[in-house]
């Protein structure tokens, strides 16, 4: 029999997980010893930035694995976890804590409060978590299985505990594992009839670690999301399809607004049947940008209410009818801080598991539920291919591209020359990685090439995400570009992971927008000029040698010119590059005034 540290670790890689981001401690040392044996282990250089970096692992990769040990571990990484929570990203947070018998003995140790209660901090975690569970060598294979399909599920993480002394013991309960084999290390753990997700999983303890033996069988690539995606009732889906053909049916101008959640449920595919038999124009909100890829002919654009441009604003408020597909939210930063203009009569919105939409000349609103998106993305599709809903004509135009001032080549660069040539430097296929504030509001406004993923935390917002999760996203995506772009003032927050990129390999390229100010509180501020605001003066260009990146392309860029040079050795470069740019005190604001003071100061626009 495995123990339950092997158990937990060999259940992760035949999900598809090969990497795991942590920082180890002496109570998950058992953990991490099996984790390390079967998966890739990227030390990060602390928890917070290891939960940041899973995150963007998981974004790309579909799940991702965080290992750290128990109080000052756990609880370092919560900030992180709760902006997966927040955005919808299943990580699973493995936390080795104290053996039993030290549970039991109620002894001060440390990490803990010295009180002897080791169990408090169990239920902060789990706050961070859609679901959670304690692990023992009696439960863990049911557990683990209910842990896992919750999260994949709900798209959201899961947080487990295992004592160091309950690691290292033998799974128990041998009516879960049939057709053992006659070899003793060998062990074949079941098909789970109770769960949604089934599997085989086989390892002989003797072969070489990172190896599998003949009789084992592993699912390398991460385990379809389809298989943990919501059930319907077939009278609700009946009933919700049939209501919203018959208003599709006699709609003028549908516009579709989808939600990110179509990629973290891997429904891409199925949307974009929807789009293109339907022929309804989409456009997207801040949260959802790129959910598929921008270059389909029905995309129109962003959408930011008031801060639209003026063609997508008029499409989308003038709708007659607005299909909400995959339940986008309705944020501040996403709705040019709540100035949208859309009539709740004509939303019909499409979540994972249920439709809402309003009752004609009623404030009330109908549900359907439980009415699975990929079922009801079927049936549109269906009406729409058996002809019982014309294909609609496209009787609006996309905005892109939007035209930007290059600048002249001596003159110093702004924020608007430097986005007008990222938006020409930018490749199909890359992956781009921005950060909340000034970064992420200029680089939404730029249609991204044909297959590029674009990756922000635009609910949770907490700066400093960026670069960690780039080392994420590239470790995911090694044979991709990873392109990021992020402000002086949330780099200075994980800059340290720069020496993680380097240790392990990985090779972004990477923008530092140098001001000298956290830029998006100086804009939001009404009384500018605050000294808290300001950042210390780093010398950025210098870091990536004082990480030990030593053969990376650094350049620190003043004017137009440099910066059209270095954007051309970037894209000949074989290392990662690290540009640092001097943007001076000009900023550019991304938004008017007014429509942050309507939104502070509940003034009215």
């Known amino acids: 029999m495995p123990t339950v540290a092997q158990y937990v670790a060999e259940r992760f890689v035949a999900l598809g997980i090969k990497h795991v981001f942590g920082v180890p401690g002496d109570y998950s040392f058992p953990v991490d010893n099996a984790l390390e044996k079967v998966m890739t282990w990227v030390g990060c250089a602390n928890e917070l930035n290891a939960g940041y970096a899973a995150d963007g692992y998981a974004r790309s990769h579909g799940a991702a694995l965080l290992c750290t040990t128990y109080g000052v571990g756990e609880l370092s990484a919560l900030n992180a976890m709760m902006g997966s929570l927040a955005e919808r990203v299943p990580v699973f947070h493995l936390v080795g804590v104290p053996s039993h018998r030290l549970h039991r003995s109620h002894q001060p140790l440390h990490h803990s409060l010295g009180d002897g209660e080791l169990h408090r901090f169990f239920e902060i975690s789990a706050a961070a978590a859609c679901v959670s569970a304690f692990l023992t060598p009696e439960n863990v294979v049911v557990e683990l299985e209910r842990v896992i399909h919750t999260a994949l599920l709900e798209q959201r993480p899961a947080y487990l505990v295992v004592p160091g002394d309950y690691a290292l013991m033998e799974v128990m309960g041998e009516d879960f594992f049939e057709n053992s084999t006659s070899d003793a290390n060998c062990v074949v753990a ?222 110093h660069v702004t924020n608007e020359s430097f986005y007008a040539r990222m938006s020409r430097f930018l490749q199909p296929n890359d992956q781009v990685v921005v950060e909340s504030g000034f970064c992420m509001l200029e680089m939404a406004s730029i249609k991204l090439p044909a297959g590029a993923r674009y990756y922000h935390q635009s609910l949770w917002g907490s700066i400093g995400w960026a670069t960690p999760a780039t080392l994420g996203v590239a470790i995911s995506k090694p044979e991709t570009r990873v392109v990021l772009v992020t402000g002086d003032g949330s780099h200075q927050f994980t800059a340290n992971e720069l020496g993680t990129m380097s240790r392990y390999r990985v090779k972004p390229i990477i923008f530092i927008m140098n001001d000298g100010v956290y830029a998006i509180e100086e804009f939001l501020d009404q009384n500018k000029g605050h000294l808290y605001n300001k950042l210390a003066p780093w010398s950025y260009a210098k870091l990536p040698q004082v990480m030990g990146c030593h053969d990376w392309l650094t350049m620190q860029i003043r004017t137009n010119e440099e910066l059209d040079q270095a954007l051309v050795k970037a894209s000949q470069c074989e290392s990662a590059c690290y540009f640092e740019i001097l943007l001076g005190s000009h900023l550019r604001p991304p938004a008017p005034e007014s429509m942050t003071k309507a939104f502070y100061q509940n003034v009215p626009n």
């Open 190 to 411: 079941p098909v789970l009839a109770s769960s949604s997700i089934s599997y085989t999983l086989s390892r002989c303890a003797t072969e070489a670690p990172g190896t599998s033996s003949p009789e084992a069988s592993f699912e390398r690539s991460l385990i379809s999301k389809k298989k943990s995606l919501p059930v319907s009732d077939q009278c609700e889906l009946a009933a919700a399809t049939k209501e919203i053909v018959e208003r599709l049916a006699v709609a003028k101008t549908p516009i579709i607004l989808p939600a990110v959640t179509l990629a973290r449920y891997g429904l891409e595919k199925e949307f974009e049947t929807l789009l293109n038999v339907s022929g309804i124009p989409y456009a997207t909100m801040l949260m959802d940008k790129a959910v598929i890829s921008e270059s389909h002919p029905n995309y129109l654009g962003m959408y930011r209410g008031a801060a639209s441009e003026a063609s997508v604003k008029e499409a989308v408020e003038s709708a007659d009818l607005i299909l909400n597909v995959g339940g986008a939210l309705f944020t501040d930063l996403g709705t040019g801080f709540f100035s949208h203009e859309i009539k709740s009569e004509k939303m019909i919105t499409m979540a994972p598991n249920f439709v809402e939409m309003a009752i004609s000349n009623n404030d009330q609103l109908k549900n359907y539920s439980p009415v699975a998106l990929q079922d009801l993305l079927a049936a549109l599709n269906k009406a729409f291919q058996e002809g019982l809903i014309e294909k609609k004509k496209k009787i609006v135009s996309s905005t892109f591209p939007i035209t930007r001032a290059l600048g002249k080549s001596e003159d």
